[in-house]
Nanobody
Framework: QLQLLESGGGLVQAGGSLRLSCAASGRTIAAWAMAWFRQAPGKEREFVAAIDGFSTTTYYVDSVKGRFTISRNNGLNTLHLQMITVNPEDTAVYYC?????????????????WGQGTQVTVSA
């Protein structure tokens, strides 16, 4: 059974940077699509970024394009989200997700495994 554990969240000032990590255990994530989603207070969980199982294709929500970068290390069984130039609208709990298919998707219902989330708070 795959387990996902996020880390790296915290409090950061607007314009700053943060790097989120997701450590997978229980099985390899190689060839599985991975993604980051986020959920702000009072809002639905939304797609942030996704990467296919072979790191050949990435997707981003428009609001983070050019600021966030998703990457993975299949050898270390990890997923990352590099965040730069953050703003208060990025404040949310960030979740790592995985699906047993190499094709990445923006649809959260296609992801079978989820972490517990890590809080990111951006102060103005």
């Amino acid at each position: 059974q795959l387990q996902l554990l996020e880390s790296g969240g915290g409090l950061v000032q607007a314009g700053g940077s943060l790097r989120l990590s997701c450590a997978a255990s229980g099985r390899t994530i190689a060839a599985w699509a991975m993604a980051w989603f986020r959920q702000a207070p009072g809002k639905e969980r939304e797609f942030v970024a996704a990467i296919d199982g072979f790191s050949t294709t990435t997707y981003y929500v428009d609001s983070v394009k050019g600021r966030f970068t998703i990457s993975r290390n299949n050898g270390l069984n990890t997923l990352h989200l590099q965040m730069i130039t953050v703003n208060p609208e990025d404040t949310a709990v960030y979740y790592c997700a995985a699906r047993p298919n190499a094709d990445a998707t923006r649809d959260l219902w296609q992801y079978n495994y989820w972490g517990q989330g890590t809080q990111v708070t951006v102060s103005a």
